[in-house]
Nanobody, 126 residues
């Protein structure tokens, strides 16, 4: 089992930046693909970004491409989501998740993931 704790959320003006951090503990972190999802009020949770265990491949929601960057540091057991040029529509609770089986074919799907963090709130004001 991997335990995940997100941090770095907050209130920021449109056009600003935030870096979310996901700290992992427990099961061998470096073998897991990792993802970020978000859920806005009244909406379903949606995929935002994912990265393979080695960091050699990444995926992004179309609406965040060019603005968000996912990265990882396996030595520190950390995953990051750098968010630039934030928009009010990026407002949501952001969740970190671990995929134990590195299921690349379904890496953008919630059901690929085995462990989830508690989430961190990101609010972008206009």
């Amino acid at each position: 089992q991997v335990q995940l704790v997100e941090s770095g959320g907050g209130l920021v003006q449109a056009g600003g930046s935030l870096r979310l951090t996901c700290a992992a503990s427990g099961r061998t972190f470096s073998r897991n693909a990792m993802g970020w999802f978000r859920q806005a009020p009244g909406k379903e949770r949606e995929f935002v970004a994912a990265i393979t265990w080695s960091g050699d491949m990444t995926w992004y929601l179309d609406g965040v491409k060019g603005r968000f960057t996912i990265s990882r540091d396996n030595a520190k057991k950390m995953v990051y989501l750098q968010m630039n040029s934030l928009k009010p529509e990026d407002t949501a609770v952001y969740y970190c998740a671990a995929d134990y089986q590195n299921q690349v074919a379904i890496i953008t799907k919630e059901y690929a993931y085995d462990s989830w963090g508690q989430g961190t709130q990101v609010t972008v004001s206009s």
